[in-house]
């Protein structure tokens, strides 16, 4: 059996995680071979049954996207006589009769929240016309490969789609714990690794801050894995209000993130995820953790007594959570 494995669009976080985890798997199946045709990943090498084929040129622009999707790939099929399908990037490969797996990670279409045009563009997108097509994919797929049950739910109020046909299986926990929370290393500092999109939700934690610093409490520290250059441009006004109480670390090594587990709490206040590794690393840890209310971190923590909820766009509910932190310390 000889499948062509499709990931174009991965190139860095979870997505390459995901590839690449694959790839380890299909190293280990000497019974089957595997054409893997990525774009800029550089990691992955041909074996006796992967054939690794990259095509830098699809990144360049979305006509080139399309162009691969809807020509080239076809190319691909018949130069290495392909049997089947696994697309690892959310949307199934048109107009072909072979069999497709697609592996869904991308859960902006399903969210309860929907992002006005005004408010951000490329999300829009994302959820009212990449979404159109993601829906297409799913009911045309012979198996949806979805990270969490709340995923799932979601897909499977789509008319059309089977349940047989969806599988939901987890992200590998390879989390290696070196160092659990150490209650006494806590300094009232609360940690946050994210990137600096919308959803990530960075601007409800600065409010908060704020919130606090006009109680006049003022002894904590939020640690952002963002800089002052990536900041998002509605949270710079309030940064610069409290600043003395954010540090800005940039991008950090794993090993580093999994340290600061050890000696702080995690805020977790996204709202749009499909699974939200974070909140897996920091339970894994034993590290308490502020989530947003929402049916991804609900399933990841479901019967962690160290998880503590709030609605994501309260600013006044976090501030009550990071007080009593803040308090608990001082006493």
Known sequence: MKTLVIDVAADYGGALTILNQYYNEFT???????????????NLKSTDNITIVKLPWVKKSWFHRLWFDYVYSHKLIKEYDIDNIFSLQNIIIPNT?????????????????????????????????????????AK????????????????LKIDGIDESAVQVIPPQNNIFVEKYFDEVKFEN????????????????????????????IDNFKIIFTLTQDNLPEDCKELYSQVKENVELVGTI?????????NKTVLVFPSYIETFGLPLLEARETKSPIIASDMPFSR?????????????????????????KFILRKGE
């Open 253 to 261: 090594f794993h090993d580093e993130v999994m340290d600061y587990y």
């Open 28 to 42: 280990n199946d000497c019974e089957n071979e595997y054409v893997v045709c990525v774009s800029v990943v550089d």
């Open 97 to 137: 009769k072979l069999p497709q797996t697609v592996y869904l990670h991308q859960s902006l279409p399903f969210s309860e929240y929907k992002f006005k045009f005004s408010e951000n563009k490329k999300f829009w997108i994302y959820q009212n016309v990449i979404g159109k097509l993601i829906y297409k994919s």
């Open 299 to 323: 399933e990841i923590l479901k019967g962690y007594n160290k998880a503590n909820f709030f609605d994501a766009f309260s600013d006044s509910q976090l501030t009550a959570h990071l007080k």
């Open 189 to 216: 500092n609360f940690f946050y690794p994210a990137s600096n999109y919308a959803y990530k939700n960075h601007r409800t934690i600065l409010k908060a801050v704020l919130n606090l610093k006009k109680q006049g």
């Open 140 to 155: 045309k797929a012979s198996c949806v490969i979805v990270q969490t049950q709340w995923m799932k739910d979601a897909l």
